[in-house]
Structure formats: structure tokens, C-alpha cells
């Protein structure tokens, strides 16, 4: 099974907008974490398998949009408006073998392929 990697983190200004992608993103379900230093991870968005169906957290409803490009095989987070504590690891994982948004929301972590993560820091 080939590794996810995340990229597109960074520094980025209060109020600035960020797209982090994740790649492969193969035929399953995927979503989008994140953890903050001192803090536990916390789940943000997922997305089917076709992209006609996403998830989000009440933390993030309205500032993310998830996606993803079969075609590309790489899955999106476009995160606007974004504020200081924002600033966290950011992390992709996907579902071996679901393809639901349900088969991320609901599995252990110890069941989804993880990214290495990709840092993001906003700060003035």
C-alpha cells in the first residue's frame, strides 16, 4: 500500500486561506484531522468515496470544504478564515476498505492509514 502524504502546510496570516492536499487517495473513504500541541487529535471533515457525499465537525462547518479528484487521486482540505488556534499538525487518513464518511467518523485511528501530517501555523 503506497503512503499518504499531506502537503501544503505552512505559515499563514490570521484570516488566510489554506488548501492542504493528500495524495494518494485511492477509492475509499478519507477525511482530515488535526492536533494541536497539548491537545488530542481532533477529527475536522471526511468525504465518500466519489466526493458526492462529505462531514464535517461543528468546529469547522462553514470555514472547510473537503474534497477530492479521483482523476488526480488526491483528496483536499480548503480551510478559510483562519484564526491562531488553527495551528496544529494536520493529518489525512483513509479507510482500508470503506467508502463511507461513516467508515472514518466511526473507526478507531488504529484502523485508518495515517499521513506523516503537515504542519500548519498561523500567526501574525
Known amino acids: 500500500q503506497v503512503p499518504l502524504v499531506e502537503s501544503g502546510g505552512g505559515l499563514v496570516r490570521p484570516e488566510g486561506s489554506l488548501r492542504l492536499s493528500c495524495a494518494p487517495s485511492?477509492?475509499?473513504?478519507m477525511g482530515w484531522f488535526r492536533q494541536a500541541p497539548g491537545k488530542e487529535r481532533e477529527f475536522l471533515a471526511a468525504?465518500?468515496?466519489?466526493?458526492?457525499?462529505?462531514y464535517y465537525a461543528d468546529s469547522v462547518k462553514g470555514r472547510c470544504t473537503i474534497s477530492r479528484d479521483n482523476a488526480k487521486n488526491t483528496m483536499y482540505l480548503q480551510i478559510d478564515s483562519l484564526k491562531p488556534e488553527d495551528t496544529a499538525v494536520y493529518y489525512c487518513?483513509?479507510?482500508?476498505?470503506?467508502?463511507?464518511?461513516?467508515?472514518?467518523?466511526?473507526?478507531?485511528?488504529?484502523?485508518?492509514?495515517w499521513g506523516p501530517g503537515t504542519q500548519v501555523t498561523v500567526s501574525a
Open positions: 468525504i465518500n468515496w466519489s466526493g458526492y457525499s462529505t
Open positions: 485511492g477509492r475509499n473513504a
Open positions: 487518513a483513509a479507510s482500508p476498505t470503506g467508502q463511507t464518511f461513516g467508515d472514518i467518523v466511526g473507526s478507531p485511528p488504529e484502523n485508518l492509514n
